[in-house]
């Protein structure tokens, strides 16, 4: 029963952070970056290009720890 649930839970980990999150991530950079404000200002650039790589990086650890429940 708790293989199970591990497994449902990554699952449905897994699809929240290589869908959802990666989509909503890349289009806020892309709005962020597009606004005319900052565009000429380097210093918010790459702020927004941080927190975006920022969850990137979380988002690669969870999709590797998820596939590693499989593994077990």
Not at 11 to 39: A, G, H, M, N
């Amino acid at each position: 029963m708790r293989k199970c649930f591990a497994v449902l839970f990554s699952f449905l980990k897994q699809f929240l952070c290589q869908t959802v999150l990666k989509k909503y991530l890349f289009l806020f950079y892309l709005s962020f970056i597009q606004r005319e404000d900052i565009k000429s200002d380097t210093y918010f650039r790459r702020s927004a290009l941080t927190i975006y790589v920022f969850f990137k990086r979380v988002n690669d650890y969870l999709a590797a720890e998820s596939n590693q429940i499989f593994l077990r």
